[in-house]
């Protein structure tokens, strides 16, 4: 039983389990229910003030953003591109929420979000350098984690202290 992140619960029971005795675990786990909704409606709250503090609605607003990240991330793509000798075709960005970049390996391009404004720069340099991993490995296996520990070794500590970041605002 778990609750998703619309404020869903989830269930999962064997296929023949009568109706009557999910009801009953449902009683039966009511305050762990109250709680987990209660912890979910939090993290929505604490995700809506952290993406809240780049505000985007405007066409000046948007463009201003991807000017200045383009400004950040542009040396970052220099430099490492060159180390990693992979060569990205198109630089995109787009204001994705709870996606910060999307590589597709065909075709080279690279897409990152706006939002990337509110990372301090090392956890922008990891999202950056994560996405040129993808142009030599698509999956995120044992070959993808070989490729960040040569080219960004504190990638464990980015990937956490960026995820803190969203929910602990
Ligand atoms: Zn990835």
């Known amino acids: 039983m778990r609750v998703v992140s619309n404020g869903d619960l989830h269930i999962s029971a064997p296929y023949r ?14 305050a762990w229910i109250r709680q987990a909704l209660q912890n979910q409606l939090q993290r929505n709250h ?3 003030d952290f993406y809240g503090q780049l505000p985007l609605e405007t066409k000046e607003q948007a463009m201003e953003a991807v000017n200045r990240l383009d400004g950040i991330i542009r040396p970052m793509l220099l430099k490492y591109t060159a180390l990693m000798d992979v060569h990205p075709t198109k630089i995109t960005y787009k204001p994705t929420i709870s996606r910060w970049g999307a590589c597709n390996k065909r075709t080279g391009v690279i897409c990152f979000s706006t939002y990337l404004l509110l990372l301090p720069g090392w956890c922008i340099e990891h ?3 994560h996405e040129l991993a993808h142009l030599i ?11 960040m520990d040569r080219y960004f070794p504190r990638w464990k500590e980015a990937r956490k202290a960026t995820r803190e ?4 605002c």
């Open 17 to 30: 389990t009568p109706r009557s005795a999910i009801d009953q675990f449902v009683r039966e786990n009511e």
């Open 46 to 48: 604490q995700r809506a």
């Open 127 to 129: 999202v950056v350098v």
């Open 137 to 147: 490995e698509a999956n995120h296996g044992p070959k993808f984690h070989a490729i």
């Open 165 to 168: 970041m969203v929910t602990s």
